[in-house]
């Protein structure tokens, strides 16, 4: 907690190549001005801002947290500064850098516009080899595409505690990454039966073994932190595109890749011999309850 005189911390938050997702998507934070409350903001391409755009892109000012949202593409100028002057400037000035949403976490879609060039901060894809390493104990990946409101809310609130945010291997903060988007799916009892769904959209059947659920190895809370507080992908019966991985976007995202019958990712730590067997003894048991539909209106009265 700050005492009565402290100064809030101060927040930039920076533009590359994006799309606005993460933006939207903070916006609808439950409680947003609660938050906000506790912060100044510098800058901010949609929230009131206490700093002109010009005096941020002058690289004259300072700021605790610098948030940048988008892929980092060298070439990128704003206000006739290259973005990699604006991008170092802040990285060294700031306590905290975070690398919003899988762009500026690994590169994320915009990557593919330019391959040879375009990055996330801190990664390209999996290597560690973005233009913030030399800053890199600051980074927190904060990947999705895109991000949870909720995991932005949870990362700024432990900062402006002054609590540390542990991070895994990727820079991504434990408490929210450490556990797979398939945990608390509600086709969890279908996944273990493998009973596959028809289709998209259905609320029965599992949507790993045709329709292309990264689920399994993914890690994200989409199941534990609901969106919207309600729902997820997979609940409505869309897969999981496991966009929170240094890999995502995959080709075929509605598509499991097989062999012979056989996911060719299996779920994440399975040793694919136990995998293969379990599912051979799962296959074989036919349960009729998850056969049918979970609500039949033809025979509901
Ligand atoms: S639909 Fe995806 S998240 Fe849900 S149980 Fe199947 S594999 Fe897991």
């Not at 610098?66 to 704003?78: A, C, N, Q, S, V």
């Not at 040879?116 to 913030?132: A, D, I, V």
């Not at 949870?148 to 408490?175: C, F, G, N, Q």
């Amino acid at each position: 907690m700050h005492s009565k005189n402290d100064k809030k911390p101060s927040i930039i938050w920076f533009q590359g190549l994006t799309c606005n997702g993460n933006t939207h998507s903070f916006l609808n934070l439950e409680n947003l001005e609660n938050l906000l409350n506790k912060f100044e903001i510098l800058s901010h391409p949609s929230l009131p801002s206490t700093q002109d755009f010009n005096s941020i892109t002058e690289c004259t000012l300072e700021c605790d947290i610098f948030i940048f949202e988008g892929t980092y593409d060298p070439l990128m100028k704003r206000n006739d500064t290259s973005i990699s002057k604006i991008v170092k400037y802040y990285a060294q000035k700031a306590r905290y850098i975070i690398a919003l949403g899988s762009c500026a976490s690994f590169g994320g879609v915009f990557k593919a516009s330019a391959p040879e060039r375009n990055s996330g901060l801190l990664f390209n894809e999996q290597e560690k080899s973005g233009p913030l390493l030399k800053y890199e104990s600051k980074v927190i990946n904060i990947s999705g595409c895109p991000i949870h409101p909720e995991w932005l809310a949870y990362t700024l609130s432990m900062i402006e505690k002054r609590r540390e945010v542990e991070t895994d291997s990727l820079h991504r903060p434990i408490e929210l990454y450490s556990t797979l988007s398939h945990h608390g799916c509600t086709r969890n009892e279908y996944f273990e039966w493998k009973v596959d769904a028809g289709a998209f959209g259905e609320k029965e059947g599992c949507l790993y073994y045709k329709q292309g659920c990264r689920a399994p190895m993914t890690h994200a809370p989409c199941n534990k932190i609901l969106w919207n507080e309600v729902s997820s992908k997979t609940r409505v019966g869309t897969p999981c595109f496991g966009c929170t991985e240094p890999d995502f976007p995959r080709k075929n995202l509605f598509s499991t890749k097989t062999n012979m019958s056989i996911p060719e990712d299996i779920p994440l730590g399975v040793p694919k011999r136990s995998y293969l067997t379990m599912a051979g003894i799962a296959k074989t048991f036919r349960i009729k309850r998850l056969e049918g539909k979970l609500i039949d209106y033809k025979t509901a009265d």
